[in-house]
Each structure stands twice: as structure tokens, then as C-alpha cells.
């Protein structure tokens, strides 16, 4: 599909009709979006295909903005009378005089990312056979490798947005990806090892033994934590690695800058913009442009062009993620962080591929530092509270680390600290940049985001275990 | 919303045509009202209109699942396709099949509460209103209140199959929470108040509020406890969260593929005596009750766990079928919507309650910690292996009392220790909404490793 523009998923004029009876009772900006996704999903369990699905959904959200108030409603269908009734609906409960929308401009097509294999248009066999060599693949790596779970998802998801200040725009995005989760047993001890591989790409980045070296992946980490010691616990040097590592500085700083946070005063981040936060060599962006990320669309779901934004600039922060909404409250403009998880959802400030940017040091060089610490390699995933900037994350593989050494794996560790603090303290990243692809939620909506970086050292963090 | 039923009966007879061997369709209409409140000002309203079918088709013991929103005959068609393909690509599983009618479902009185709908959207607003004014007004160290939620629903589900399973009802359901702000000497702390129930008139505003003020002014100034082992309350909700997790690992599909710590246990101890617990699909209090499960079977009252011994496994009909000897279906076919296939999970677990009052629950651990809310425990916690380690919040406890308030720390154990250390659970339970929905009480375990400085 590369080059092709995006369909709209309606006509211009019906567009224009139903943003402008939302705002017969009044507003000052009303939009409509319309989406149509459809997707199937596969999965393996004990060596058998099974979980099979499809699923479609169609339909359209309305919102109408008057001052600080949003009025919202969805309908399932894209049917002329479908859209009449949501905007009916949002418009129900404002009671003004009418407002007229600006003539829709039809935004300058924006560059989709290249989709080489369609995924939909490969057979349901193929897909199954992937993951039945995901099985075989993992089983392979060692006679204790006692399970594997592999799933597929592919989804294709088109949308149009027109807007009260005349945006029409669409994009047509396509998500493949795949996950793999070996356990590996010995007597009473139970390890997982879980890797996934996606982006906004086609069915060509699951295969060429793509998908197998993510299952061989998976299996190596559940041999490897069979050896694990309890965790330590107490405050040490923390070297956290490449790629999913990165979640840590989304929870742990992206989610702080999204703007609804600042505004709400649930941020540790208020009054930082050009303050210093880290230490000068220290740089971080949002970029929902990265070819072929998890996290990238060529529009945000308000219309706007995605971009990269620089978050951090010599250890100070450079800027807040907006939506249209929270933009105009500051005077500012979106910086193409509005994102919806579907039709059924308002957009909000939301991340796209946020990730510290590469330094110049191999990732052994930060190990090879530290005397006694801790490596946590990837995370089971992790929470932070925005106001005081308190976190907890899960290690899902940890390791000691002893006199500039690796050594034994660990169980059951948890990194807990404060942002700014912990900010504060990254003293050296490495060059081995990496994007890996995560699901993030926030205010009850669930959007494919990209986590990425090189491998990271924190000069001091609490790592909770077990091993007191 | 009864023309639901008929549409069920269409799906399957359009799947059956379609290839199918044997077919079960899901129906649902839920209509909702959402509202954001922020600083006593609407931030936005939501009006959810959504309507769907989720159909399940068998092949010769192959299994597929598909869902659509378009429910015209053309739309329903095209949704029986895809079940029946989706069925074509998976490998046959001899368990698999359609459920069979499993008799008649009893009405759970209650489930939906005729008053809501005479609840305008006006008295819903001011009552999210004065939930938000009550967590202000409580404490004066409350100094904001991240957005305040009020959110109703009203639904219909119907269900039929060639088998003939076939049944519909209606429930309704209405919850609020929100997420305190407090400020003293520079330290910001945060806390939750929620209610729920049936109807908005069973929610208590003031009380909402109030929890929230009061949990986020509890943590003020709060200090990271020294690291140690030591005996451990955990609050109703925290409790609650735990249970859930302990539900999920006794249910039969991660048991029977070798996902559950608890796998080859049955009969056997695998906590202490204090410790019962039940799911319970037809509690009238619970949130999840329904009269008959996703694949129809009537619902009812299932004994997980009694004075610490491992009683029964969580069933749906296909685990039921794989287990053999006799197993039924203990009517834990759980639904999230049309948009998933039904899978095993609890309905509403429920810990039956001790004796001892929270009170008597501190002055039993003596010296310890008490935990008032957990941070990270869907990734903190190894479902196969039950080893844990999460973020914590909440008290000291000294001499038998509360004393000062402690974050930033981390609880440590592995379920099955910490269920063998269980030295009493709290007379008073609540309905959590978290792990689920769960009646929980406090508890006390004698022993957990706390991570700090």
C-alpha cells in the first residue's frame, strides 16, 4: 500500500453538515470523527492454534467545546443518520445560539508509513504457521523450556476528522505485532521470558526469522532467570537496559510533560520549562514520525500532524505534549499529541515514541563502573503517581551486578523511586538505541506507544527484593 | 431491548448456514452517561450509545470468534464469515465444543434498579458535584482534586446457541471516584474515595469525599520505613487486589495449562484457617452478578478456599469438559463485552469476614506496617510462580496503633507464603472494585518482607 493517499471514510459535505448541527446550540469548536477498524488476532498455547478472531468495529464520536466543557457522544455506524443522531446528542445539553464552522481545507495528504505486506491479505494458514515456528523455535532452546504462548495481532485502522475551524484530514494506519512467552521450569522453580516484535508496519516485519528470534529470545531469558537469587534490596547503582527499558523514562517523565497533567497541577513537571532536570548531556523526544514505530501515525486523532518534539535539551526541559484542547487553554499549539484509543473515546495528551535519546558509550562501559549494583534489563511494567512523582516498576529480568561485572540473575525485584530524583541522577547513556512497542493507559483508554533507548544508568535507586 | 433475543437466533442460523457446526451468538446494547468534573465545572459528558454481536462458531471441535457492531442482516452475515473462518485456522482441540443448555437461571432481584433511569442528568451532575466538594471541604489540606467521575450504565445481553441455550436480562450499574490532592511542609500526597452500586441513589457523595481526603492526608509527611520482615495489615481494597489475584490463579485454565501455583493442590492446605474464600456469580450486592454466565449456565456460589484449604477450581465448559471425572461448569464463563470471546475468570470473590475489628486486627500485629494501597501489582506479581514485589503505601503500625504515615516501599512474598501466613482477617468487608469485584475485609499477615531504605 506505500504512496497511497488516505480515503477519506466520508464526503466532505456530509462532514461539514454534521460538525455545524453539533454547534446549533452553540460552541466554540466542535469536531466529528469517524473511524472504521477491523483486525484479527491468533494465538498458540501448548503447541495448538487456537483464540481465533475477528473483529470490525464502525462508527463516530461528536464532541462540542464551550469554554472549559466538553460535550461528547458516540454511535456505532457511519450511516448519515448515525452521525445526525451523535451530533445531536453532544449538542442536547448546550442551549446557545448557533455557531457557524469555518469552510473545511482539506490538510495536504499526510506521508503514510510503507506497508509492503498488507497483513489481511495474507492467509490465516501463514500466520498460523508462524506461530506454530514461534513454538517450535522456543520448545528448541532447552529441554526446560516447559510452555510457550505466542499470540498475533494485526489491525488496520482508518479515520477522518473534521473540525469547526475547517480540518478535514485522514490517515489509514496498519499495526502487526507479536508476542512470545516461554516459562521454563526446574524442580519447584518457575521462570517467564516474554519478548514482543511490532510497529506500524505490515505483515513483512514478522517474518525473514524475525518472529522465531523473538520466541528464541523469549526462551533464553526464562533458561537464563532459572538460575535467579532473590533480589536484593536497598538503594545502588542502577544500569537499565536498551529498548523496553525505556518504559521507565515514559512512566517516569513523558506521562509528567502531557499537558492535562500540568494543568490539572498533577505534575511534578509544573513550572520546569527550561529548568534543568538532569544533567546537561541529557536529551529525550516524543516523535510520532520514527518510520514504522509502534507508536507513529502520520496524524494525531484531531487532525494535527504528528512531529518530534524535543522533551528534554541539555538536562532542561524543553516542552509540554498538547492536544488542540489543553493547546489553546495556553496559548500554545498542539504539538500533535491528541490521541484517542477509538471512536468511543475523547482525545487527551498522550505520548507517541518517547525515548532518550542515544549517547555516545557502549553498554558495557556503564556496567563496567559500577561495583556492586543492579542491572534491570526489562520491566514487567510499572505505575507512577503524577503528582508526587512517586514510581514502582516490576523487573521482569534483573541481574546483580559485581565489580563491573554481570552476575547472577535475579527474582522478584521492583525499582522504586521518585522522578525527579531519579532524573537527576542518570549519569550515562549508551549508544545501543533501540524502539520497542508498548501499550499505555491512562484515563481508562489503552494507545499503541513506543518506548525506546539506550541502555541507562541511574547513580542511585531503591531496588525492592525479597533478599533483605 | 427485547429485540435482542431474535437477533441472537439470527446470528446463529446465519452461522450454522455459513458452515458452522454448531453456533452461540452474544448480544448487547448499553447506553451510558460519563461525567468528568473538574474544579466544581463539567469537564466534559458523555452520552455512550453501543450495540453489538460477538458470535462463537465450532468446526469439528475447532473453535472461532468474531464480532461486529453492524447488525443488519448483510452485517450479520459478514460476522458469521469471519467466525466460521476464524474457526478454519486454529488446530482441532477434542475439548472444544458448544456448551450445552445447563437449565434455568433464577433472576437475581436488584440487578437492574428501576430508579435509575428516573435520575436526570441535572441531579447526576450535582451529585458528582457535592462528591467532589466533599473531599475539599473535609480537609483543608486538600488543595486539588484531580478529576472527579461519575459514570452510569445501563445494559441488556442476550445469548443463544443451537444448542439451545437461550436467555436475556438487564442490569444497571453506577460507580464515582476521584483522586485527592493534599499539601503540607511541601509534601504533596494523593488518595482515592469511591462508591458504587445500582443506582445513583446508592451512592453516598459525602462518604466518597471524604475517603479520599482522608487517604490522601493520611500520607502526609510519609517517610521510607527501614527495610525488614515484619507483620503486615492490608486495608480492604489492597486486600481486595490480592484476591483477585489469588482468583486468577484458581481458575481451571491457567491450572490445567500450567499457569497457576496451585495447580495439583486440591484438597490440600494451601492457607491458613482463617482464610475462606468464595466466587460468588449471583450475590445480589455484587457488581458482577448475573443470572447465567457468558456460555448461559446458571450462576451460583462456588468455595474456593475453606479455613485454608483448596476446595475447587473456577470452571467454564470447556475447562469443565477438559477436566473430566464429572466437572461442570461452575458458571465462571466471564464476558468483557462482544468484542472478546468468553474466558474463565471469578464473578465476585468474596473473603468471608474474622472477628476482630480493625483494631484488634493492629494491636494483633503488634509492630508492623499497614498497607493502603499497592502500586504496579498487574506487574509485579509472577502468575506462575505467585513471586511478588510491589510498590506500597501507607502506615507504621507501633504498639498495636497506627503510627507515622510511610511510602516509596516495597512489599515482598510469593502468594503461597503469604496465604500460609494469614493470622486474621478483619470483621468488617466492603465491595472493592479492584482484582474485580471483591467483598474484602482487612487482614493481617504475620510476616512480609518490606523493601525501604
Not at chain 1, 518504559?247 to 529548568?275: N, P
Request: aromatic share 6%; glycine share 14%; hydrophobic share 40%.
Amino acid at each position: 500500500m506505500p504512496g497511497r493517499p488516505p480515503e477519506p471514510l466520508l464526503d466532505p459535505e456530509l462532514a461539514r453538515r454534521i460538525v455545524g448541527r453539533a454547534l446549533r446550540n452553540g460552541g466554540d469548536f466542535a469536531e466529528l470523527f469517524c473511524e472504521e477498524r477491523s483486525g484479527l488476532s491468533l494465538s498458540i498455547d501448548e503447541s495448538r492454534v487456537e483464540g481465533a478472531q475477528r473483529g470490525a468495529d464502525v462508527g463516530a464520536g461528536v464532541r462540542v467545546v464551550i469554554g472549559e466543557t466538553t460535550y461528547f457522544a458516540h454511535v456505532d455506524g457511519l450511516a448519515e443518520a448515525d452521525l445526525e443522531r451523535a451530533a445531536d446528542a453532544a449538542a442536547a445539553a448546550l442551549s446557545g445560539e448557533r455557531a457557524e464552522p469555518a469552510p473545511l481545507e482539506p490538510t495536504a495528504a499526510p506521508e503514510l508509513q510503507e506497508i509492503e505486506t498488507d497483513p489481511a491479505a495474507v492467509s490465516a494458514e501463514r500466520k498460523a504457521e508462524l506461530l506454530r515456528a514461534c513454538d517450535e523455535t522456543a520448545r528448541g532452546a532447552g529441554g526446560e523450556v516447559a510452555q510457550v504462548q505466542a499470540g498475533y495481532s494485526e489491525a488496520r485502522r482508518r479515520i477522518t476528522v473534521a473540525s469547526s475551524e475547517g480540518t478535514f484530514a485522514s490517515d489509514d494506519r496498519t499495526r502487526v505485532r507479536l508476542g512470545v512467552q516461554a516459562v521454563a521450569r526446574r524442580d519447584g522453580t518457575v521462570e517467564t521470558g516474554f519478548e514482543t516484535l511490532g510497529g506500524h508496519r505490515g505483515f513483512e516485519i514478522v517474518e525473514d526469522g524475525a518472529a522465531e528470534a523473538t520466541a528464541a529470545k523469549a526462551a533464553r531469558t526464562a533458561l537464563t532467570l532459572l538460575d535467579a537469587q532473590p533480589a536484593p534490596a536497598g538503594a545502588m547503582p542502577v544500569v537499565v537496559g536498551g529498548g523496553f527499558g525505556g518504559v521507565l523514562f515514559h512512566e517516569m517523565t513523558g506521562h509528567g510533560l502531557e499537558a492535562d497533567h500540568i494543568q490539572k497541577g498533577a505534575s511534578v513537571y509544573i513550572g520546569k520549562l527550561g529548568e534543568p532536570v538532569a544533567q546537561p548531556f541529557l536529551v529525550a523526544y516524543d516523535d510520532g514520525r520514527l518510520p514504522g514505530e509502534w507508536g507513529t501515525d502520520a496524524i494525531d486523532d484531531e487532525g494535527t500532524p504528528t512531529r518530534r518534539t524535543p522533551v528534554i535539551e541539555e538536562g532542561r526541559i524543553t516542552a509540554y505534549l498538547y492536544d488542540l484542547l489543553r493547546a489553546r487553554k495556553d496559548g500554545a499549539a498542539s504539538t500533535g499529541n491528541g490521541r484517542r484509543q477509538s471512536f468511543r473515546h475523547l482525545p487527551i495528551p498522550r505520548m507517541t515514541n518517547t525515548y532518550i535519546a542515544p549517547g555516545e558509550a557502549e553498554p558495557e562501559e556503564l556496567i563496567a563502573e559500577v561495583d556492586r549494583g543492579f542491572y534491570a534489563v526489562s520491566f514487567a511494567g510499572g505505575q507512577v503517581d503524577p503528582t508526587t512523582g512517586d514510581f514502582v516498576f516490576g523487573v521482569s529480568e534483573g541481574y546483580l551486578i559485581e565489580g563491573g561485572e554481570v552476575t547472577s540473575p535475579c527474582r522478584g525485584a521492583t525499582l522504586i523511586g521518585n522522578c525527579l530524583d531519579v532524573l537527576g541522577r542518570i549519569d550515562a547513556v549508551a549508544s545501543d538505541f533501540e524502539v520497542r512497542t508498548g501499550f499505555c493507559g491512562k484515563g481508562g483508554q489503552s494507545v499503541p506507544v513506543g518506548v525506546g533507548q539506550g541502555h541507562v544508568r541511574i547513580s542511585e535507586l531503591t531496588v525492592g527484593g525479597t533478599s533483605v | 431491548m427485547a429485540e435482542l433475543e431474535p437477533i441472537a437466533e439470527r446470528a446463529v442460523e446465519a452461522a450454522l448456514a455459513a458452515g458452522a457446526g454448531d453456533a452461540e451468538a452474544f448480544c448487547q446494547d448499553a447506553t451510558g452517561l460519563e461525567l468528568r468534573i473538574f474544579e466544581a465545572e463539567v469537564e466534559s459528558l458523555t452520552e455512550a450509545g453501543e450495540r453489538g454481536l460477538g458470535l462463537r462458531a465450532w468446526l469439528d471441535h475447532r473453535a472461532g470468534y468474531a464480532y461486529g457492531t453492524d447488525l443488519s442482516e448483510q452485517g450479520i452475515r459478514e460476522i458469521a464469515g469471519g467466525a466460521v473462518e476464524a474457526a478454519r485456522a486454529v488446530d482441532p482441540d477434542e475439548h472444544a465444543a458448544a456448551p450445552e443448555a445447563a437449565g434455568a437461571a433464577v433472576p437475581i432481584p436488584g440487578l437492574a434498579d428501576p430508579e435509575a433511569a428516573a435520575w436526570t442528568t441535572e441531579r447526576k451532575l450535582e451529585l458528582a458535584l457535592a462528591v467532589e466538594r466533599a473531599a475539599r471541604e473535609a480537609d483543608r489540606r486538600v488543595i486539588a482534586i484531580e478529576t472527579t467521575v461519575f459514570v452510569d450504565d445501563r445494559g441488556t445481553v442476550a445469548l443463544a446457541s443451537s444448542r439451545g441455550v437461550s436467555g436475556s436480562f438487564e442490569i444497571t450499574s453506577c460507580y464515582a471516584y476521584l483522586q485527592a490532592i493534599a499539601e503540607a511542609d511541601g509534601d504533596k500526597q494523593t488518595g482515592l474515595g469511591f462508591g458504587l452500586g445500582r443506582s445513583p441513589a446508592a451512592l453516598d457523595p459525602d462518604a466518597i469525599g471524604r475517603e479520599a481526603a482522608e487517604r490522601s492526608t493520611a500520607l502526609l509527611g510519609a517517610t521510607k520505613p527501614a527495610s525488614r520482615t515484619c507483620p503486615v495489615v492490608l486495608d480492604q481494597t489492597v486486600a481486595a487486589s490480592f484476591a483477585g489475584f489469588i482468583g486468577g490463579v484458581l481458575c481451571a485454565d491457567a491450572v490445567q495449562r500450567g499457569r497457576s501455583p496451585f495447580a495439583g493442590r486440591l484438597g490440600e492446605e494451601i492457607g491458613s484457617s482463617p482464610l475462606t474464600l468464595a466466587d460468588d456469580g449471583a450475590d445480589p450486592a455484587g457488581l458482577n452478578s448475573s443470572p447465567f454466565d457468558g456460555e448461559g449456565t446458571p450462576t451460583g456460589r462456588t468455595t474456593l478456599i475453606e479455613a485454608g484449604r483448596l476446595g475447587a477450581y473456577l470452571h467454564d465448559s470447556y475447562t469443565a469438559r477438559r477436566e473430566g471425572g464429572g466437572a461442570r461448569s461452575t458458571a465462571n464463563a466471564a464476558r468483557a463485552g462482544y468484542r472478546s470471546a468468553p474466558s474463565v475468570s471469578t464473578s465476585n470473590l468474596v473473603i468471608a469476614p474474622g472477628e476482630l475489628s480493625f483494631e484488634g486486627l493492629l494491636r494483633e500485629a503488634g509492630d508492623g506496617m499497614y498497607v493502603t494501597d499497592v502500586a504496579g501489582l498487574h506487574s509485579g506479581v509472577n502468575p506462575v510462580s505467585g513471586t511478588f514485589s510491589v510498590g506500597a503505601s501507607g502506615r507504621a503500625i507501633s504498639g498495636g496503633e497506627l503510627a507515622e504515615p510511610a511510602d516509596e516501599f516495597t512489599i515482598a512474598s510469593d502468594l503461597a507464603s503469604m496465604l500460609a501466613a494469614i493470622r486474621a482477617v478483619g470483621a468488617e468487608a466492603r465491595w472493592v472494585p479492584f482484582g474485580g469485584s471483591v467483598s474484602a475485609p482487612a487482614i493481617l499477615i504475620g510476616e512480609m518482607a518490606i523493601g525501604g531504605a
